[in-house]
């Protein structure tokens, strides 16, 4: 059986050094812990967790909070946090809120009855008791792809507004001016990518039409069909769709096909996000695309800072995105 003597002697520091590592204590060089964690995976040591957690009165248990209904890009973004976290010796607890304030508050109920030694959210909570509790009770909290109003929380996101605006003026250079929109209900991102949206219309002289504008029911394929059928049924001139995110966007030309139209023939499509399918569908879909497992690694790290004290100040940090151009928009006709 390996012990802890095993794991020193292997990454050639103190015993001292490889309890301090276990126990997320500082003081330690980044250099000698990664010599530490290498040494921990390279042997598959498994600490006595009862006895590590008397010693930091930690749980290292973290709690991850995801929407119940979550979609591709949050499912990616997960499993990123979910590696790091393990990469960290981390046990990690999932909870799930559905979109209403019953579900955040179930949710709420849930993790109060866990000893967690820290949260992140990949999933935006409206519900302020939510925040308070977290406050009040000084768990160490990340705030994965969105940032709280009130909320003075470590947070990591993109620029959406921006990063929208770049999606719908590259329909604009290829000489499209009808161009509609498919958003969603609730949420920051979605207000910000419509704000984006709007931004480039105002900027390239063309007027905002509310019947351009379609809020699907759901953040699915299926609700991007229906919203995208809903906006044809308009019978409002489109030659163009920019989709909050690239489900939306899947689901809308699933719609397209089965009204007989092409992409990007008939109309050019942009989504948002870059999940794995977007490279994959038929044409393949031009969006935006967010660092998903960077983010994921951040979030980790982030929280690893605010668990190991090196970092007390919340932190805002905004990630880059890309735009990614593929088959689904083309030059008007």
Same mark, same amino acid.
């Given at each position: ?105 179930? @949710? ?54 921006? &990063? &929208? ?24 991102? &979605? ?46 001139? @489109? ?95």
């Amino acid at each position: 059986m390996v012990s802890i003597k095993d794991i020193a002697k292997l990454a050639d520091v103190s015993v001292s050094t490889v309890s301090r590592v276990l126990n997320d204590q500082e003081h330690v060089s980044i250099e000698k812990r990664t010599r530490v964690l290498r040494a921990i995976k390279q042997t598959g040591y498994v600490p006595n967790r009862a006895a590590r957690d008397m010693v930091s009165k930690r749980t290292g248990t973290i709690g991850v909070v995801m929407p119940e209904t979550f979609n591709m890009f949050q499912r990616q973004l997960f499993s990123s946090v979910a590696h790091h976290l393990e990469q960290f010796s981390y046990y990690t607890s999932f909870y799930f809120a559905s979109a209403d304030v019953q579900g955040e508050r179930a @949710c709420l109920n849930r993790l109060k009855g866990d000893r967690l030694d820290g949260i992140i959210l990949l999933h935006e909570i409206m519900l302020g008791e939510f925040q308070t509790y977290l406050e009040e009770n000084a768990i160490p909290t990340v705030l994965a792809t969105f940032k709280g109003k009130e909320w003075a929380a470590t947070s990591i996101t993109i620029s959406e507004e921006d &990063a &929208a605006q770049t999606a719908v003026n590259h329909l604009i250079a290829l000489g499209h001016r009808d161009i509609g929109f498919i958003g969603g209900e609730k949420y920051g991102f &979605a207000s910000a990518r419509l704000d984006g949206y709007k931004r480039a219309l105002e900027g390239a002289g063309i007027a905002f039409d509310e019947q351009r504008l379609v809020r699907a029911q759901s953040y699915t394929m299926e609700g991007g069909a229906q919203a995208t059928r809903s906006l044809l049924d308009r019978r409002v001139p @489109c030659t163009a769709l920019f989709a909050i995110t690239d489900e939306l966007a899947l689901g809308a030309m699933r719609a397209l096909s089965d009204r007989g139209l092409s992409v990007p023939g008939d109309m050019s499509i942009v989504g948002f996000d870059n999940i794995e399918l977007a490279s994959y569908s038929n044409p393949r879909l031009t969006t935006v695309s967010q660092p998903i497992p960077e983010m994921g690694q951040m979030a980790v790290a982030l929280l690893y800072s605010l668990l190991s004290g090196s970092s007390g100040t919340p932190l805002s940090i905004s990630l880059p995105t890309t735009f990614i151009e593929r088959e689904s928009t083309a030059r008007l006709r």
